[in-house]
Structures are given as structure tokens and as C-alpha cells.
């Protein structure tokens, strides 16, 4: 059976996005994969974090995690900094990855542009190849994603073909992972500005949905979601991006597909459109922030977080110990 590893940042609460883009696709997965699901705490930290807070949302997220309907007999579920393979790999990844490579990456060049470069974390420029690492050290088949992680994609690529090239002697000793991204949905937009990609921080609060706002919060953000003045319901990114967002957003959340909503709607107006919309959001989020919050501080969500460790460090750790002994670092153990 082959494997898929896929981690989310517990930075914020993750938006309809992440869900839309990542987190919907693992449902599936578990069926048909040995599946590794991850809280990367250690890319949060690459910006400052409130230490309690961050705990907070990263058992949040593993919370999240299991109501979205991830099954621990199928699949491993963890937190990233309690399996330190993943730090120690990512020190061999960049001393393996070229300085040129790292600064061409979108987000630390968009991200770098908008502070003072003296204060940006040396984290913001490296933590790629801690990516890089979490992918590689379960031998990865796929990684689910949304379209804006291709690059880091391609980088592990590139990173597992010089290694493999350079250390493996004629044998394979990493996984080339393949993405996955989901043909509709891959890229969901703020509700506000639909040209730019839905985020949890960005500072208007009208512009994403967050898997735990309330419904009615939930369905005002969408009524108040930007659209155009011609009131048609059409499918068209380029010239209609505001009602194209929220047609994908629905597609994503119902059984319909894009053609089927435009036809549906095609005598109605953005009124009735959105406020079907906003329901159908609400009847997929309600029962999963319901879970989430009976598993938020349970034991159960802590036994199953702990033997999620485990068996993610005997994974982790095996993959380690080939590439450390592919290079040289220590004494070589079998």
C-alpha cells in the first residue's frame, strides 16, 4: 500500500480553504493509503507565537483532525515536534539544498518583501526544507495539497533526486512523492478581494471562514461576500472571480457540480444563491465543531495524539538512520 503524509500549520484555526484544499481529500485517503497526518507546530514558529496559544491550537487542530472524520486505526495522527526526526532530517535537507533555491521560494519572497529583512526569522528562509524532511521520512507516494504548495513539491522532488543521485549508489533510498491536488477547489478566494487567496490572517475578518465560526457568523460572511453588480450566476474566474469563488465553494460542499449550481440558480440572484450557500456551509461545519469541541480536552484526544507519536517516531526514525548513514554522520547502525 503506498503512503500520503500531509501537515497543517496550527497558526490560526484552518479556513474553508485549508478544508476545501487539504483537509476534505483525507477522508478518502485513509481508505486507500497508509496515511500520516501531521500538526506541524515547528513551521508555526517561524513568526512569533503566544506559547499557550499555540499549544492551544495545535490540540485544536488535532481535534479538528479526528471530527472531520479521520479514523487513528487508519491512520497516524500527530504533532510534529514530538517526533524529533523531523528536525534533524531537515538540518541534512538544507545542507543539501542551495541557498538559490530557498530564496526563490514564493512565500519567504513575498513575505521577506513586506518586513524589514532584519527582523524576518532565519526559519522563514530554511523552514522549506523542514517540509522537505516531514515528506521524506515516511516515504512518501502523495502529499494532499492545495495548488499553492506545488513549489514546495517540486523542491522535495529536486531534493530526493540529488540525494538518491549523490549517496544512493545505484538504490532508491527516498520516495519521489506525487501531489495531489483536488480538481475543483484547489484555490479558494477571500470573500472580499476574490483575487487573492482565502487566509486566516488576513485582517479582514469578512474575507475567509474559519471551520469554527458559529453559523450565523458563517452565513453573514457570506451574504456580505463580494460579487458583481450584474446579479447572473455564472461560472467565469476572469471576469465574475467574486460569484466563480463562491460557486466553487459550493460545489466543494455539496454534491453538485459547477455546471448543475449555474443551472439551478440561473433564474435566481446572488440573494437566494448565497443564502443556500451559507446552509450548506453550516450542515458540513456544525457537526464537526460539535466533535471538535467534545474532543477539545478529553483524554481520548490525548491517548490517540500519544500513539500517533509513536508509531510516527519507528517510521521517522528508520528513515533517518538510512540517510545518516548515507552520508556519514556517526557511527553506521543497522
Known sequence: MKTIFSGIQPSGTPTIGNYIGAMKQFIDLQESYTSYFCIVDEHAITVQQEPLKLRQQTKSLAALYLAIGLNPKKATIFIQSEVSAHA????IVQCNTS????ERMTQFKDKSA???????SAGLLTYPPLMVADIILYQSDLV????DQKQHLELTRDFVSRFNNKYGNGNQLLTTPEVNIPESGGRIMSLQDPLKKMSKSDENKKSFISMLDEPTVIRKKIKSALTDSSG???YDPENKPGISNLLTIYASFTDFSIPELVDRYQNSGYGQFKEDLGEAVVSVLEPI????NELIDSEELDSILDEGAIKARMVADKTLLKMRNAIGLGRKRK
Open 289 to 292: 465543531q460539535i466533535r471538535h
Open 99 to 102: 541557498l538559490g533555491e530557498l
Open 114 to 120: 513586506k518586513d524589514n529583512r532584519v527582523r524576518v
Open 232 to 234: 447572473v450566476i455564472e
Open 144 to 147: 494532499p495539497v492545495g495548488d
Open 88 to 91: 534533524e532530517a531537515a538540518w
